[in-house]
């Protein structure tokens, strides 16, 4: 049982490449999220998914974009990065409505120059 | 809308002494709280939940928090702690009954214990 995997684990980028982060989770959960955490300032949603197919912004959506074409799998996409976009991403899933449990990957660490 | 407060961005404490990591939270509607510890590189692991019943959780590793509703207050505490408890702790705060089960974050304390 693998849980939350996010891949890579480590990225450099160049300022206005493009990249995805890769998020899955093999224990059926509905809702997925993408977090950022920027030292000092805790972590930060980006973007959420409560099933396959639907998909809605968090606080900081500004430079990503996303997409759930299957319950496993929700991808972050960064299309012209910024060096404001250097940061750690966390995916995390939960089981559904009610359930209050979260299981987060073991994040992404980003960097843009 | 909810909020979380971390006043205390670090908390330098000795091997064995007692320890309290403070959160409040703001709300206009019933909530869930959670503590969630961050090991260095490392991802989050939840420590403990406030869901509903008896106001005094206990979680992981001896830590434990109480639920205060009038002082919108979820404060951590363990009795003795260890070297090992070094990490970054966040609180956090979800609607009750909301749809989307979002997790709001504070800014995070960190929790350094000294020899």
């Known amino acids: 049982n693998a849980g939350v995997t996010q891949t890579p684990k480590f990225r450099i980028l160049k300022i206005g490449q493009s990249m995805t982060l890769q998020c899955t989770q093999d224990m059926n959960h509905n809702y997925m999220y993408w977090y950022r955490q920027d030292p000092g300032m805790g972590l930060k949603l980006i973007y959420y998914?409560?099933?396959?197919?639907?998909?809605d912004k968090g606080e900081v959506p500004n430079g990503y974009n996303v997409s759930r074409s299957t319950t496993e799998d929700f991808p972050l996409r960064l299309e012209l990065a910024a060096p404001s976009q250097t940061s750690v991403y966390f995916c995390?899933?939960?089981?559904?409505?009610?359930?209050?449990?979260?299981?987060f990957g073991s994040g992404t660490r980003l960097t843009v120059v | 809308a909810q909020s979380v407060t971390q006043l205390d961005s670090q908390v330098p404490v000795f091997e064995e002494a007692p320890v309290e990591l403070r959160c409040n939270y703001s709300?206009?509607?019933?909530?869930?709280l959670f503590w969630y510890v961050q090991y260095p590189n490392q991802g989050l692991q939840l420590l403990l939940k406030y869901l509903s019943g008896s106001t005094l959780v206990k979680g992981i590793n001896g830590f434990e928090a109480e639920f205060n509703k009038s002082q919108t207050s979820f404060h951590l505490r363990k009795p003795s702690v260890h070297i090992s408890d070094t990490a970054e702790y966040f609180c956090?705060?979800?609607?009750?009954?909301?749809?989307?089960?979002?997790?709001?974050f504070g800014t995070g304390t960190l929790l350094a214990v000294q020899p």
């Open positions: 995390a899933s939960n089981p559904g409505q009610g359930a209050r449990g979260y299981t």
């Open positions: 956090a705060v979800s609607d009750l009954g909301g749809a989307t089960n979002k997790l709001i």
């Open positions: 998914s409560v099933g396959a197919g639907i998909t």
């Open positions: 709300s206009s509607v019933s909530v869930y």
